[in-house]
């Protein structure tokens, strides 16, 4: 059995907070989400027999602490809770990492077919619970008639990893530090299994822990509000857009970057450490993306290239969720997110 190192107890200040149970055994919700695991009802009696010493760290914590944890979400959001009630389930295994309607928290792994993945344990299950928990209090905004229904329409909202995600996730790690060390809290976070379960986790990192810290007195709420919708962050996190053929000419078509064709653009090693774009195509992703002709790339996902070899492949091996580049333009630093061609 997994125990985490608290810190004691902290005092709740909402008296309007909703009513959560954690719930371990609902053996109807469990063969509905794997019929085929549990074909009769005693199959499913048997998981929950297992689940319950494996979740017994978590629900220990959220005894002791669950209306603490609603508060200071809260308070760190700027967002009040507007539903009255909801569950948070345990179960073996889920189809996704991070469900937050309905909440649900897999102990044992990730289940799509026959293929399970494991989930990583201990501190891992508490990070999950604040992930869902952060996006369902960011979801508030979005409940008809709640205070905080002008934050909805800003494109940082916007349900995609890098925008909605990113925000929760930094809700999360901000409100978990404040009941386990911080600096735990962000090894878990850093660990390559979180790569999967936080694909905006290069944003979060790269720039909303650093320039966005959240208290009492700037609330996440009151930062998006705040931030313009043109503003970099917008377009750094801005969606992939979904690329239309369209017919050239063959001046345009000779003008094209011969190499690399599926990056959309070419570079030469300008000096150690820093490859130069050399020619873009401007109807691939990484000219949609923001990079231009010029610019110097610095790294690939925190990563300094070895060699242009290295550089490319560090990009053509990662596109699946977006690659996230640093490069050098003049004397600003700027990013850019590649994603692989639609």
């Not at 003008?255 to 599926?262: D, F, K, L, Y």
Request: glycine share 6%; aromatic share 10%; net charge neutral.
């Amino acid at each position: 059995m997994a125990t985490f190192a608290f810190v004691l107890p902290l005092a709740a200040q909402n008296d309007s907070l909703p009513r959560v149970r954690m719930i371990i055994d609902d053996y109807d919700y469990m063969i509905s989400l794997f019929p085929d695991d549990y074909p009769i009802r005693d199959s499913a009696l048997a998981a929950c027999a297992t689940i319950a010493p494996q979740a017994e760290s978590l629900k220990a914590f959220w005894d002791m602490q669950g209306l603490a944890v609603l508060d200071r979400l809260s308070l760190y959001a700027g967002i009040e809770w507007t539903e009255p009630q909801f569950d948070i389930y345990i179960v073996k295994y889920y189809p996704d990492y991070a469900a937050y309607d309905p909440m649900t928290i897999p102990l044992a792994g990730k289940k799509n077919g026959d293929r399970i993945i494991a989930v990583p344990q201990d501190l891992s299950h508490l990070l999950a619970l604040f992930q869902q928990l952060s996006r369902r209090l960011l979801n508030q905004a979005f409940i008809p008639g709640t205070g905080a229904g002008y934050l909805a329409d800003h494109p940082l909202m916007q349900k995609t990893p890098r925008r909605f995600d990113a925000l929760a996730d930094l809700l999360a790690l901000t409100t978990l530090a404040d009941f386990v060390d911080r600096d735990s809290v962000m090894a878990v976070y850093r660990s390559d299994p979180w790569k999967l379960r936080a694909p905006g986790r290069d944003v979060v990192l790269n720039h909303l822990w650093k320039r966005w810290p959240l208290s009492s007195d700037s609330p996440l709420a009151d930062r998006i509000a705040a931030e313009p919708v043109r503003s970099d962050l917008v377009a750094l996190t801005r969606p992939p857009e979904q690329i239309r053929p369209r017919r050239v000419g063959l001046s345009r078509i000779i003008g094209q970057p011969p190499a690399e064709s599926r990056l959309g653009f070419s570079v030469t090693e300008d000096r150690p450490g820093l490859y130069r774009v050399t020619g873009i195509d401007s109807l691939k992703s990484a000219y949609s993306a923001g990079l231009r002709r010029g610019d110097l790339i610095r790294n690939v996902d925190g990563r300094t290239p070895r060699d242009i070899k290295d550089l490319y492949t560090l990009i053509l091996d990662h596109t699946g969720q977006g690659v996230y580049v640093s490069y050098l333009r003049g004397d600003r630093s700027g990013e850019a997110i590649l994603y692989p061609e639609p």
